[in-house]
């Protein structure tokens, strides 16, 4: 009965896991007036990208700001079952979402994907509007935040170890009021 149960379980935690696909549009439609959404591009085999998923999911987590946080995941190697393995710790309902299907090429070898589907994309939001602040440095391990209206800003995560859960509000603070003040 345990083994069952334990079957049941765990099947349920795996299905939970699945990432839905990614849509910047409904993103920068459904992000409400006094919220940040932040994306960061991450992938199971990018082991820069995974180091910093626990220090930022603490901080989305702990923070008082009105910010979301939603993973970006490359379908390439990914696995919900590996995803659980990795970060038990971290639910990532509601937060995990795959690069579209469209970005990817239907080649039978592949070099260096993940950066063609990066190049796909930027290309496919570089005339978005409103605009999306350094779009061309959109790569694995950064963050995309947008606004209300719909704008964002591209930029490096800062590195949040060791860190106070002010000083991490400052600097993430200060990068997100140079895209407010970019459009006064």
Sequence with gaps: MKIVL?????????NSLRAQTFNLDSIQKVTTN???????????????CLEKIPYLDGYFSAT???YKLIYLFDREGYSGEKLRKIFSFIDFRNKAVFMPLSYYSNAAIQ?????????????????SSPAIKNIEEFNLAS????????GGIVFDPP??????????DDLFYSKINSLF???K
């Design 6 to 14: 334990f079957l049941i379980l765990n099947l349920f935690l795996v």
């Design 34 to 48: 006094d919220t940040i959404t932040f994306v960061y591009m991450t992938a199971l085999w990018c082991s820069p």
């Design 64 to 66: 008082k700001k009105p």
């Design 111 to 127: 070099l260096n994907s993940h950066k063609k589907i990066l190049k796909k994309f930027i290309s496919d939001h570089k005339a």
């Design 143 to 150: 963050l995309l935040a947008i606004d209300s209206k719909g």
């Design 159 to 168: 590195n949040t170890k060791d860190l106070s859960l002010k000083e991490i």
């Design 181 to 183: 003040l970019d459009r």
